[in-house]
């Protein structure tokens, strides 16, 4: 479920097989921006990249946040979440 920034996702798909989660965002140069996915089975991060530095990742009770700052120059970052 999106609720806001659905125009800054440009694509992200969930594969059930490999539980993996990826997905590419047009984003602004030097803004903080807070993504939140929710997993009502309550699984652990198994790996998780992105293709910026400085990414926070922090996990509760299902819930899943990135936050991070969009480096100069950057109008387009990828991520990879695999859960467990």
Excluded: C
């Excluded at 047009?26 to 996915?37: Q, R, S």
């Excluded at 998780?48 to 100069?72: C, H, R, W, Y």
């Amino acid at each position: 479920h999106i609720t806001q920034g659905m125009y800054d996702i440009k694509d992200i798909r969930y594969n059930p097989q490999t539980k993996q989660i990826v997905g590419i965002m047009n984003v602004i140069e030097n803004t903080d921006y807070k993504l939140t996915f929710y997993d009502p089975e309550k699984r652990n991060i198994k790996t998780f990249d992105a293709d910026i530095p400085n990414v926070s990742l922090q996990q509760k009770n299902g819930i899943l946040t990135l936050q991070f700052n969009t480096p100069e120059g950057v109008n387009e970052i990828k991520w990879n979440i695999i859960i467990e």
